[in-house]
């Protein structure tokens, strides 16, 4: 069945070549530590925060000997991904960094390790109260948060002047802000007056979710769907308004009006504390004085019911049952939330916020920049969560789409609410 | 050189020049985005040459700041090992194919083809499971064998095709000589096929070059990742997108597959088939 | 020897005066075994794993419930909307994807046939999109299209060939056409290859006998090089059908499916499902509805294949 097969000058250099295909890839080699821990995250996945976060695992390494950190550095927008196919096919990591649905639809598939009786009181005491319930569940602790950011609102003062807007004084209300967006424009075409994420990602209902609840739209009840409803079709026609007066530039993530804003071309933003640092990054001839002269940080312009909103989008921590060694694990965890060095070296540096309630008194400095202080005192109170869960998972596309519809500007918008209820149905 | 009307020459040479600009454009935008800042890429009227060009992106590259080198060594390894790989099975096969007399051939060959009928997207999960179990997840044999997967039973057909065309009697020939199929393979249909081996070739070492679903999901450490889903972990983020970044990156990692095209290229173009089916 | 047998025809009698190659009561042929045993590891028992998938509700986020529904998958699948509006989107994303690129490749393969060695060049400078990694592509031609600060966009208004400035990406019309057209840009070198490596293999002696004859080049072109082309360009766009239906870095990095699944293609679809919804149960559906579909596909490519004669030139 086989022909007859002669060596040839030209075999040995193939199968030398598979050969060399089967050697496993090389690791970099170091002295035997009792334990290794593997942690996923997207901070060493990214440019902007891979230095910083390099320097802490090291620092961590260093004070703490026996313990190695392998990160594991997968894209934010994967992670979920990630750990699912992980887990489910048995081999999950020890600690993974989260934050939003991906954290909450993590912890229904079980796959977490409770943190009550790993984590001590007294750490949880030096937190914010609301961000220890935020990694509560059916009463027990699965997550604890690494830094607190959430999205607030951020107006360009430089730009408000010239369009003949008060500087000191942001939109307080949705109509007063539309009308300040079309004065903006008015002036100068260029200039994009605010930066609204229309992608379809449980991120992009993130953002969405605020001004939703501004306008009094509550898609995800407790019991069903409820999107075909008034204040969905306000909040649509809004979308709509924003995308066809070119208030907005649709189809875009977040993170791609960040340029814009490091050029002064856009005047408002929905964003996290991290926007400094990213403006600060990209135009390197601002300096931090002439940033915090030009942009303010407050909260969000209120709807009907007068009350303002903001989004976590914290960064979190969890272990997992499969861990092995927890202590060692518990104590990364520990240690990246709330070692000193490791909020100057990372979390600072990231430009978020740490989660100790006494932040202010242990880092006057850095604590004290104009834009923190703003989300400290006026955005972080306002902080609601979105209805995240197995449902949220399910349910963001249909919303989204919805509203990439809207900013389409074809379809009137009580049919878009009313087929964004029907798919909704199904997510149910 | 067939005889074609003087207007017929311009024509020609109008539209090859169109075909340049068309190609080369969005190269040259790749190039001179990569010597702008971030900053300057957003400018509202785009720079056609930028004014004030900077190399900050590739000395960036230079210091390592991201791992591209790793991930361009691992494009390369992955997608010649599997460009090898899949000309010997496919030349193997598609020989067999064409050639060959067995009962099973029919069930073989459209078995092959329907291999590639099943999207890759959904055998991710089960594949995941089978290279965790044998220990092939972060590995370059695995990714290898997961993209000729996807390259040999189409090289196989290709070969099939080709090797079709190549009249029995130069293999009779062979045989008369006392060379087995193997061997009149190698030594004789080969070099008739040539153009159809190298293009079996730079296939499949385009489609390693290109796949992002596999090593997404089957390496997870930064060392094995290649350049696709590398590009993508290593320069778009959460916080910010380094498009300047990732398209010096780009230009870097690409000069030399488009170098190693041009010598390529010239070896089909020159061929050795010229004049080899003869009367 | 004769034309015929020149063209791969057997005289009959004529017979290898060697020891008989072909055992004809052979069950597999060696040669066959590397590709086989690779296929059956990689593709085949993840295939049936997955075609069984189909029959379970399996949510990987919710563990804990996985049971077998049968059929439901399925029925679930005709009522589905977005899942008809990603066939009509794969079918057209693949029929322009390899129209355009098909004519394209065969314009510039024959275009570039008889360069003077002096421009020899210009035919591998043709080859080098192909050379740029998907995804870069995808980046590149999303920045070049961009809205506010895309070049194309700004040359387009510019030269007055369009009034504003037009989100191509997020416009429920032109999303498509600006996937294909970075596909094709991608893409086109393939075809170029095939056909330059197909146009190679046309016997000189033909062409001179047709030269002789008094053809001009629009008729050699006709009945001469393209039927020889036949094979290639059935095998090539076979091959790219099935490589676009399954394209997913290009949409992917490009559009992410959208605005509204307006590119959403089955590979996007089933990735959504499987990864974002982690709906793995019915994503293993629709990927089985998909290999249904392109099987038969397959089967249709392969009669034609097979049905070409054996020799598509006329006898003098």
């Known amino acids: ?428 | ?279 | 020897m004769t034309d015929r047998q020149a063209r791969g025809a057997t005289v009959p009698g004529d017979r290898p005066r060697t020891r008989r190659r072909f055992r004809a009561g052979a069950w597999l042929d060696g040669m066959v075994v590397p590709t086989v045993a690779v296929l059956a590891f990689v593709v085949a028992y993840p295939t049936l794993r997955s075609i069984v998938l189909s029959g379970y509700n399996d949510q990987l986020l919710d563990p804990t419930h996985i049971r077998f529904i049968g059929a439901a998958n399925y029925a679930r699948l005709f009522r589905d909307s977005v899942f008809w509006t990603s066939v009509t989107n794969t079918l057209a994303f693949t029929a322009w994807s390899v129209g355009i690129g098909f004519l394209l490749g065969l314009a510039l393969a024959v275009l570039t046939e008889h360069l003077p060695p002096s421009l020899r060049w210009v035919r591998g400078t043709l080859l080098t999109p192909w050379a740029i990694p998907v995804i870069v592509v995808a980046f590149l031609f999303r920045y070049m299209l961009d809205q506010q600060v895309g070049i194309i966009t700004y040359l387009l208004v510019h030269l007055h060939a369009i009034a504003t400035a037009v989100p191509w990406l997020a416009s429920l019309q032109w999303a498509m056409p600006a996937v294909v057209l970075a596909n094709v840009w991608s893409q086109t070198p393939f075809y170029l290859l095939m056909f330059v490596a197909a146009l190679k293999s046309i016997p000189e002696e033909i062409r001179d006998a047709a030269r002789i004859d008094g053809a001009g080049g629009w008729q050699e072109f006709w009945h001469i090089t393209v039927p020889f082309l036949q094979n290639t360009m059935v095998v090539s766009s076979l091959i790219m059908v099935i490589n676009n239906f399954n394209n997913f870095p290009l949409i992917w990095a490009m559009s992410g499916g959208g605005p509204v699944y307006a590119t959403t293609t089955l590979v996007i679809y089933i990735f959504q499902l499987a990864f974002s919804q982690f709906d793995i149960g019915y994503a293993a559906a629709v990927g089985t509805i998909w290999l249904a579909v392109l099987l038969l596909l397959a089967i249709a490519y392969i009669r034609v294949l097979e049905r070409r004669p054996l020799s598509a030139v006329e006898e003098p």
Not at chain 2, 199 to 216: D, E, K
Request: charged fraction near 15%; charge should be neutral; proline fraction near 8%.
């Open chain 2, 1 to 279: 050189m067939p005889r074609l009307p003087m207007l017929g020459r311009a024509v020609g040479a109008a539209l090859l020049l169109l075909a340049l600009v068309w190609t080369m454009f969005p190269v040259y935008w790749m190039l001179i985005t990569s010597l702008k800042t971030n900053l300057a890429m957003f400018q509202v009227i785009p720079q056609l040459w930028p004014t004030e060009p900077t190399m900050d992106n590739y000395v960036q590259l230079a210091n390592g700041a991201s791992p591209v080198d790793r991930l361009f060594a691992n494009s390369v390894v992955t997608s010649v090992a599997t460009a090898l790989v899949t000309v010997v099975l496919a030349t193997l096969a598609g020989y067999s194919f064409s050639r060959g007399r067995y009962r099973l051939k029919g069930p073989v060959m459209y078995g092959t083809l329907a291999t590639q009928m099943f999207p890759l997207v959904v055998l991710l999960i089960p594949l995941y499971l089978v290279y965790l179990r044998t220990h092939l997840l972060d590995t370059y044999l695995g990714l290898v064998l997961s993209y000729c997967a996807f390259s040999v039973p189409f090289g196989a057909w290709m070969m099939k095709e080709f090797i079709d065309s190549v009249p029995r009697e130069i293999e009779e020939a062979a045989w008369v000589d006392g060379c087995s199929r193997l061997q009149s393979l190698l030594r004789v249909v080969m070099f008739v096929v040539l153009p159809g081996i190298v293009a079996t070739g730079v296939f499949a070492f385009l489609s390693a070059w290109n796949n992002l679903l596999f090593p997404l999901t089957l390496t997870s450490s930064m060392e094995m990742k290649t350049l696709p889903p590398g590009l993508l972990l290593a320069f778009t983020g959460q916080f910010k997108a380094d498009w300047a970044g990732m398209m010096a990156a780009a230009t870097i990692t690409t000069a030399p597959v488009v170098l190693g095209f041009a010598v390529v290229q010239r070896f089909l173009v020159e061929g050795l088939t010229k004049g080899a089916v003869r009367g």
């Open chain 1, 1 to 428: 069945m086989f022909p007859k097969l002669r060596a040839r000058r030209w075999w040995p250099l193939v199968l030398v070549l598979l050969a060399g295909l089967l050697m496993p890839a090389s690791r970099p080699v170091s002295a035997a530590p009792t334990v290794v821990l593997t942690f996923v995250n997207w901070a060493s996945a990214e440019p902007a925060t891979r230095p910083a976060f390099q320097q802490v695992v090291s620092n961590f390494e260093r004070t703490h000997p026996g313990v190695e950190i392998k990160s594991v550095p997968v894209s934010f927008s994967d992670i979920l991904h990630q750990l699912i196919v992980q887990t489910t096919a048995g081999n999950p990591p020890d600690i993974s960094e989260i934050a939003g649905n991906d954290t909450v639809a993590l912890q229904a598939t079980g796959a977490l390790q409770s943190l009550d009786g790993i984590a001590p009181r007294a750490f949880l005491e030096s937190l914010y109260p609301s961000e220890v319930t935020l990694g509560r569940f059916q009463g027990a602790l699965y997550v604890i948060p690494w830094d607190v950011a959430p999205l607030g609102f951020w107006y360009n003062r430089t730009l408000m002047k010239q369009a003949g807007l008060n500087p000191a004084k942001p939109p307080a209300t949705i109509s007063e802000w539309t009308d300040d967006m079309r004065a903006i424009k008015a002036k100068d075409p260029d200039v994009v007056p605010f930066g609204l994420d229309t992608t379809n990602r449980s991120f992009g209902l993130d953002v969405n979710w605020a001004f939703m609840l501004a306008f009094g739209a509550h898609p995800l009840g407790a019991h069903g769907p409820n999107a075909d409803t008034p204040q969905m079709i306000a909040y649509l026609t809004w979308v709509r308004t924003l995308a066809t007066q070119g208030y907005t530039l649709p189809g875009k993530l977040l993170g791609e009006f960040r340029p814009l804003a490091a050029r002064n071309q856009l005047a408002f933003a929905f964003d996290g504390p991290y926007l400094r640092g990213v403006i600060l990054s990209l135009n390197t001839t601002m300096t931090p004085a002439q940033l915090d002269a030009t942009w303010g940080v407050t909260v969000l312009p209120a709807g009907s019911d007068g009350r303002h909103y903001a989004i976590p989008t914290d960064h979190q921590l969890v272990m997992f049952k499969a861990a092995r060694d927890k202590a060692a694990a518990w104590a990364f965890m520990q240690y990246l939330a709330s070692d000193p060095t490791a909020i100057r070296t990372y979390t600072f540096n990231s430009g978020v916020i740490p989660p100790l309630k006494n932040a202010t008194a242990l880092f006057p400095t850095d604590m004290g920049v104009a834009t923190i202080q703003g989300f400290v005192r006026d955005v972080i109170p306002t902080v609601v969560l979105p209805a995240w869960g197995p449902v949220y998972s399910k349910a963001y596309p249909a919303i989204m789409t919805g509203v990439q519809q809207a900013a389409s500007g074809s379809g009137s918008v009580a049919d878009i609410a009313r087929q964004m209820q029907a798919q909704l149905q199904a997510a149910y």
